[in-house]
C-alpha cells in the first residue's frame, strides 16, 4: 500500500483519531475504511516475509488497524473455517499454546519452524495446525482476555495461525429467587397463619393472566428455636397439609407443600438433611430444600454445584440415594437461571467469534449435570457455524439430580457427560483440570499422584468422543514427553501452558494478582519442542511412513526428552536437530501416501 493510499485512507478514518468528538459526517464510509484498513493489514501480513513468519515492521498501518478493530467491535469478515474443520487424522494433532498475546510473534514463529509447514510449504492455518490460545495466567489459573490482548493477537496471527481462547473456566453463576418459604412457629395454635401464607402464594400463581395456574411449591421450615419431638413435627405437617387442601386455594396438580431445612457442615449436615427426607415422607410432602452454608472447600473456588456447596461429596451421595429411596426430591435453595447464564456465555463468546477466532472454551462449572444439559444445548445451537467447546474439569467430576461423579468416579461423569453434549450438537470439547494451584496433570504416569487419568483411559475417553461424533482437546499440566505420548495417541489436539513456557518476571497488569510471583510465558524454543514432539509421536504411530524411518523417530525423541530431563543443552539441541531432520522426511511420506482409507 503506498504512502499516498495510506495517507487517503486515514483522513477518511480522522473521526477515531481525535480524542473527545467523535462525530461522523459519513458513517458508511468511516465503516468503508475501517473495514480496508483491516483487509489490508491482513494481505500485508499474509503476503509478509516468509508468508507470515518472519516479523512485519511496525508502521502507520497497525494505528489504522487497531482503531478500525476497536470502532468496528472486532473483525466484520467471517470465515466458516474454524478449529472445528481442522482434520488431525491428516495433520496430527493441534496445538493450542496458551498466552495472553505478549509471545504471540514467538508462538507463530515456532509454527511455521516445525517440520510439517516445512514440508507442506504453504501457510494454511488448518494446515499448520497452531493456535494461540488466548488467555491470562493469573495465580487463580486461567482469565479471560480483553480489547487490549485480543488487538495483540489479531495483529501478530490474524491469517496466519489460527486462534483461539478460554472466555472463563466458570459461567457467570445466576440464580432465580429463592422459592416462597413460611416459618412455622413454635407455638402448635399458631399453625393457622402458616396455612393462610402458603395460599396466599398459591393464589399468587393460580390467578395468572391468562388463567392457567403455574407450578408452584411453598415450603414450610420449623423456627429454628422449635424443640418438637419427631412426632409432634409430623403431625404440624400433616395439619398445614390438610388445612391447605381444605381451603380449596391451591390447584392439587399444579401446587404443593414442601420443606425446608437449615443444615450445618459434614457429617451433621448429612444427619439433619436424611432427618429431613424422613420427616417429609412421613407427612407426605413430595419435595425438601436444604439450606446450607458454603463450606471451606467450597468457598476456594467460589462456589461447588448444588448441594455440594454446602455438604461433602460423600455426604451428598448418602443424601441422593437415600432421597431416592423414599421417592423424595432434594434440591438446594438457590436454583440456577440456566438460560440466563447460557446468555452470558454467548455474550463472550460471540465477542470471540467477532474478534476472528477458530474457537472459544466455555467452562460449565459450577453447573449440575442438568443444568449444563440446557445451556450446553442453546449455546450449541447458537454457534452452529463456529467452534464453541463446552470444558469437563476432571478434577471436579459431575453432580447429577441422584450421583455424585466426582473423584474415583469422575471418568462415570465424563462417559455421560460426552453423551450428552453430543446429543445437543457439541462437536468439539475441552477435556481439562480446573484447580491450577494443585499441580494437577490430566495424564497420569505410573504412581503419580497428581495425574488424573492413565494413558489407557484417555485412548478409550479419545475414542469414545471420535465415535460420538466429538473432537476432543486435551490440557492440564501436559509436559514436554507428555505431547510425544499424546502425539502417539493420535488425539485432535491439545493445549499446553508449562511446556512451551519459561518463569518471567511479574509485569504490566499482572502486578496487581498478589498472588503471583512469577509469569508464564511461552518462548519459541518452547513451543518448537512442543510441537516437534508432538509431530514426531504422531508420525512415529502412521502406517504412511516406512517402519525404519518410524523407529529413528521414536529414539531421536527419547533421545531429545532424556537431554532435557537431564538439562544437557548441547545433547539436547543434537537430538532436536536429528528429530527434526526425521521428521519433515517422515512428514513428506506421509502427505504423498495419505488418504481417508489409509489415516487411523
Not at 483522513?11 to 462525530?23: I, K, N, Q, S, V
Given at each position: ?46 503476503a ?153 402464594w ?11 395456574p ?26 398445614i ?15 404443593r ?16 438433611a ?139 461423569g ?19 483440570t ?23 483411559e ?49 509485569r ?35 502406517d ?33 536437530s ?23
Amino acid at each position: 500500500m503506498g504512502d499516498a493510499d495510506l495517507d487517503g485512507l486515514a483522513r477518511r478514518m480522522e473521526p477515531l483519531a481525535r480524542a473527545g468528538d467523535t462525530a461522523v459526517a459519513d458513517a458508511a464510509d468511516l465503516e468503508a475504511a475501517c473495514r480496508e484498513a483491516l483487509r489490508r493489514f491482513k494481505g500485508r501480513a499474509v503476503a509478509g516475509p516468509a508468508g507470515g513468519q518472519g516479523v512485519e515492521p511496525r508502521s502507520a498501518l497497525d494505528g489504522l488497524a487497531f482503531r478500525a478493530l476497536r470502532y468496528l467491535g472486532g473483525d466484520p469478515d467471517r470465515t466458516a473455517a474454524t478449529l472445528r474443520g481442522y482434520d488431525h487424522r491428516r495433520y496430527g494433532p493441534f496445538l493450542g499454546v496458551s498466552d495472553e498475546g505478549s509471545a504471540a510473534g514467538d508462538i507463530r514463529r515456532a509454527a511455521y519452524a516445525s517440520p510439517k509447514a516445512r514440508a507442506i510449504g504453504r501457510t494454511a492455518p488448518l494446515e499448520v495446525g497452531t493456535a494461540l490460545d488466548l488467555e491470562r495466567l493469573g495465580g487463580v489459573g486461567e482469565v479471560a482476555v480483553g480489547p487490549n490482548e485480543y488487538w495483540e493477537a489479531w495483529r501478530e496471527c490474524a491469517g496466519r495461525i489460527l486462534m483461539t481462547t478460554n472466555v472463563g473456566t466458570r459461567v457467570n453463576l445466576r440464580t432465580y429467587l429463592p422459592p416462597p418459604c413460611v416459618e412455622i412457629p413454635p407455638g402448635p395454635g399458631r399453625l393457622g397463619e402458616v396455612v393462610r401464607e402458603a395460599n396466599r402464594w398459591f393464589q399468587r400463581f393460580r390467578d395468572t393472566p391468562d388463567g392457567r395456574p403455574r407450578p408452584c411449591t411453598v415450603f414450610v421450615e420449623f423456627a429454628r428455636a422449635t424443640r418438637w419431638t419427631g412426632a409432634q413435627r409430623r403431625s404440624a405437617l400433616d395439619r398445614i397439609r390438610k388445612g391447605v387442601r381444605r381451603a380449596g386455594v391451591a390447584v392439587p396438580e399444579r401446587h404443593r407443600l414442601g420443606l425446608c431445612v437449615r443444615v450445618g457442615w459434614g457429617g451433621g449436615g448429612r444427619d439433619a438433611a436424611l432427618r429431613a427426607i424422613d420427616l417429609a415422607k412421613a407427612a407426605g410432602l413430595p419435595e425438601v430444600m436444604v439450606d446450607g452454608v458454603t463450606r471451606k472447600r467450597a468457598d476456594q473456588l467460589v462456589s461447588r454445584p448444588g448441594l455440594l456447596d454446602a455438604l461433602p461429596p460423600d455426604c451428598v451421595q448418602a443424601v441422593l440415594r437415600h432421597a431416592a429411596a423414599q421417592g423424595i426430591l432434594v434440591r438446594p435453595r438457590n436454583q440456577v437461571d440456566a438460560d440466563t447464564v447460557a446468555r452470558g456465555a454467548w455474550g463472550v463468546l460471540n465477542t470471540a467469534r467477532g474478534m476472528g477466532l477458530d474457537l472459544g472454551k466455555y467452562g460449565l462449572f459450577p453447573l449440575s449435570f442438568e443444568d449444563q444439559q440446557t445451556v450446553a444445548a442453546e449455546v450449541s445451537a447458537w454457534f452452529r457455524t463456529w467452534a464453541a467447546a463446552p470444558v469437563f474439569f476432571v478434577d471436579q467430576g459431575l453432580l447429577t439430580a441422584t450421583d455424585v461423579l466426582v473423584d474415583g468416579r469422575a471418568v462415570e461423569g465424563l462417559d455421560a457427560w460426552l453423551r450428552m453434549v453430543a446429543g445437543k450438537g457439541v462437536r468439539v470439547v475441552l477435556i481439562d483440570t480446573l484447580d491450577k494451584s494443585r499441580g494437577l496433570r490430566i495424564l497420569k504416569e505410573g504412581g503419580d499422584p497428581q495425574g488424573l487419568l492413565p494413558e489407557d483411559e484417555v485412548r478409550r475417553l479419545d475414542g469414545l468422543a471420535a465415535d460420538l461424533g466429538i473432537r476432543a482437546l486435551w490440557a492440564g499440566g501436559i509436559t514436554l514427553p507428555q505431547a510425544y505420548r499424546f502425539g502417539r495417541m493420535g488425539v485432535f489436539g491439545v493445549y499446553v501452558t508449562t511446556a512451551a513456557a519459561t518463569t518471567v518476571r511479574v509485569r504490566g497488569r499482572y502486578r496487581r494478582d498478589p498472588s503471583l510471583a512469577g509469569v508464564k510465558e511461552p518462548t519459541f524454543e518452547g513451543v518448537y519442542r512442543t510441537k516437534l514432539l508432538l509431530e514426531a509421536g504422531f508420525l512415529a504411530t502412521r502406517d504412511t511412513v516406512e517402519p525404519p524411518l518410524r523407529g529413528r523417530i521414536e529414539v531421536a525423541a527419547e533421545d531429545l526428552t532424556a537431554a532435557i530431563a537431564a538439562s544437557d543443552r548441547s545433547e539436547a539441541g543434537a537430538a532436536e536437530s536429528r528429530l527434526a531432520v526425521l521428521a519433515e522426511q517422515a512428514w513428506r511420506r506421509h502427505l504423498a501416501a495419505w488418504s481417508p482409507v489409509t489415516s487411523r
